[in-house]
């Protein structure tokens, strides 16, 4: 199994090599989502193409690139005290270049500061990332702040990407989200929706198979909306069905799903495939009807309510996970006992939490009765003390069930032990022999806990079997 990969798909066009002596080693710095981290992959990759050297040090790096997220106030404050630390680098060497990319970008209010930021010499958007070794060329002939921040700019096709794991990759299918939520920037910081041709994700994820990848995590703000903005019948369910059919891929995952664009031909590929894993990820955000009105999701909790319906009748051993925000402005007591009520109804496999935090530009962010950030933790542990006692005990149900396990390494927690996950995306740990790093094995479940699962492994399954030639279920 190979690791550290860069996945060539071609030598991009923009990658040109950088004059002697200029600059030689790079460090990236990444905040945020699956799709940062994917787009710092690329980075690194396009990077390494045009003679750099990745390095873990930033004080050793000659490049230090800061791709950064504005979902939260939380992870932009995180990225200013990281700028600031560079100002002290760059005063002890002039010569360091400093790039600033991502999402933040896209405030304006920030990128005043970062237009009069002395130490920060490239600022680029989140469609321009692609671009960096020629940001970096242009800046080397004059010296002068280079800024590139257009967002109109087509998807950038297949791109390279520098990869750590030999056994699971990231694949963007689209680009930016039509849906403007009232609380989120994406949109803004993003752009519209711009879905990638289906033949070029196919020809992507086929070079991934034959470099060895097991798996792969279709990315997109919206992924259910993919293909609206492409010519003829393509839709989400249609690129599913194409890459369920591609020799040698064992696992299909996505990231991330928005109910309004959810449909009964993806529920009905899903089931039908072989590849596609048994796991929703469903972001509900809230579980009362006048919340989800003033954030704009377009949806009702008994729409929700029926799609959680027909996900557990058509497949009934799939795992829904989903997203919540507490202390959405002007969320009442009541309003947050319709969020507790649905998650006890729904029994979720687990959830995600993330307390409101205003979004300059958006319209959440000047909507009155702004909820205090005491009341917001007092809801968040409520909520979560409730979420563990059900994912708890939906896990106690498997346990004398067997299930596959694609193994991914060894514990984080426990060296002794391998760890891996199952189609619907729960953590098994167990004990084993050699190196099972990549390997497709059947386990049975021991014991429950809130978070994972313990297993004894019971079979290795050589490369022919590791592909399921019919879908079983654990009822």
């Known amino acids: 199994m190979k690791f550290g990969i860069i996945i060539q798909v071609k030598l991009f066009e923009d990658v040109k090599p950088l004059p002697e002596n200029k600059p030689k080693f790079v460090h990236i710095a990444t905040w945020g989502c699956q799709m940062n981290d994917h787009d710092s992959e690329v980075m690194r990759a396009l990077l390494e193409q045009s003679g750099l050297v990745w390095t873990e040090d930033v004080e050793k ?16 404050q995180k990225v200013m005290g990281f700028l600031g630390a560079l100002k002290h680098l760059k005063e002890s060497r002039p010569e360091v270049i400093v790039a600033v990319g991502g999402c933040m970008i896209q405030n304006q209010e920030i990128m005043k500061q970062l237009r009069k930021a002395g ?13 960096l070794p020629s940001l970096i060329s242009r800046y080397n002939k004059t010296s002068a702040q280079v800024v590139e921040t257009d967002l109109g700019e087509q998807p950038p096709g297949a791109l390279p990407a520098h990869r750590d794991s030999g056994i699971k990759a ?24 711009k879905s990638r041709p289906l033949t070029e994700i196919c020809e992507e994820v086929g070079g991934l198979v034959a470099s060895g990848y097991l798996e792969v995590m279709l990315l997109g703000q919206n992924v259910n ?14 690129l599913l069905g194409e890459l369920d059919r591609m020799p040698g891929l064992a696992r299909i995952r996505y990231m991330t799903s928005h109910p309004r664009d959810f449909s009964d031909e993806l529920i009905a590929t899903i089931r039908q495939s072989h590849k596609v894993c048994e796991h929703f990820h469903l972001p509900l955000q809230s579980g009362s009807n006048s919340v989800l009105e003033r954030m704009n999701r377009g949806y009702t909790r008994e729409q929700y309510l029926q799609w959680v319906a027909k996900i557990r009748s058509v497949i009934p051993a799939a795992s829904i996970t989903t997203d919540l925000i507490l202390g959405f402005p002007g969320e009442t007591e009541q309003e947050f006992q319709e969020t507790l009520d649905l998650v006890e109804r729904v029994r979720f496999d687990a959830i995600y939490t993330f307390l409101y935090s205003p979004r300059p530009g958006t319209a959440a962010a000047v909507m009155p009765d702004q909820v ?21 005990e939906i896990n106690k149900t498997l346990v004398g069930q067997d299930w596959e396990v694609l193994v991914e390494g060894k514990s984080k927690t426990n060296p002794e032990r391998w760890s891996g996950r199952t189609r619907t995306g729960k953590i098994v740990v167990f004990k084993g022999g050699d190196d099972l790093t990549g390997k497709i094995v059947d386990v049975a479940i021991d014991c429950a806990q809130t978070w994972n699962l313990i297993a004894t492994l019971k079979n290795i399954r050589i490369k022919e079997e590791s592909l399921p030639l019919k879908r079983t279920y654990n009822v």
Do not use: W
């Open 61 to 76: 790096a000659d490049l230090v690139v800061l791709n950064t997220c504005s979902v939260r106030k939380s992870a932009e």
């Open 119 to 131: 130490h920060v010499n490239i600022i680029f958007g989140t469609r321009s990332f692609h671009r």
């Open 170 to 193: 990231y694949v963007t299918i689209m680009y930016g989200c039509d849906n403007f939520c009232s609380y989120c920037v994406v949109p803004y910081a993003r752009g519209r929706e």
């Open 225 to 238: 909306s993919y293909g609206k903005d492409l010519p003829g019948k393509v839709n989400f369910a249609a």
């Open 372 to 392: 205090s950030g005491e009341v917001k933790k007092q809801r968040f542990t409520r909520l979560t003390e409730t979420q563990n006692e059900i994912s708890l």
